[in-house]
């Protein structure tokens, strides 16, 4: 586990001082590699008085996503239903760094002459 992307040291207690998405990349460490760490408990890493955490957790994972895929890392998400509920859960993964550089695809020439 010691090469899971971490926070500052400083912060990875999780003190007051440090960002939502130190928080999060914090509870995904603290799972492991490869371990689903359930929605509401990245919520709570991230937000800790409850507030706009649906929100805040996808937004920080989007920009984790941006800055650890440069690193090797994803983080990815799956959703199971129970009950008729939702859940969500995300995990941190060893990626290989050409399959996760972003590709678009090739532009339609625009042919101006008729």
Known sequence: MSDIPTPQ????????????????????HDAGVGT?????????AASPSG????????????DLRKKLRHEGWDIKQASEFFDGQHHSMYRIIRVERDSVEPSLPSQPSRDTES
């Not at 689903?36 to 709570?44: E, G, Q, R, S, T």
Request: charged share 20%; net charge neutral; aromatic share 4%.
């Open 36 to 44: 689903w760490v359930p929605m509401p408990a990245l919520a709570k």
């Open 51 to 62: 507030e706009g955490v649906g929100i805040c957790v996808s937004r920080r994972i989007y």
């Open 9 to 28: 040291d400083e912060h990875h207690a999780g003190t007051a001082g440090c960002s939502q998405s130190d928080r999060i990349l914090s509870a995904l």
